[in-house]
């Protein structure tokens, strides 16, 4: 089978070979890992899933939603978020240093709308 894949014992055909856990791609080929901010928890040829908004994750051929971290408090992340710097302050709140790490409610008579 090609790389990342598997078959059932005396298995005769290559598209038996199928993708393994936190990997994806067509049977009979080699399958790809999930890229960050996805993850697959069956073997197969499926899609990896997305980490939900409001979390990320940097792993890559992940093979649990486990691995999909919450976002630092008073942040948010679009679906799919690979890297921790995706999750940016939320309406009214900043970070002095604009990483979206440590986010802070503005300062009275300010706001952040974006």
Do not use: R
């Not at 409001?54 to 978020?81: L, M, N």
């Not at 710097?85 to 503005?106: H, K, L």
């Amino acid at each position: 089978c090609p790389l990342n894949t598997f078959s059932s014992d005396g298995s005769g055909q290559l598209t038996n070979c199928t993708c393994i856990l936190g990997h994806t791609g067509d049977d009979g080929t080699i399958c790809n890992g999930c890229i960050a901010g996805t993850w697959k928890s069956v073997n197969g040829s499926a899609s990896c899933s997305l980490c939900t908004p409001g979390k990320y994750s940097s792993v890559t051929a992940s093979i649990s939603e486990a691995t999909c971290e919450e976002c630092p408090a008073h942040t948010y992340s679009g679906d799919g978020s690979g890297l921790l710097i995706n999750c940016t302050c939320n309406f009214g709140y900043s970070s002095p240093d604009g990483d979206g790490i440590e986010c802070s409610a503005c300062v009275s008579g300010t706001y952040k709308d974006v």
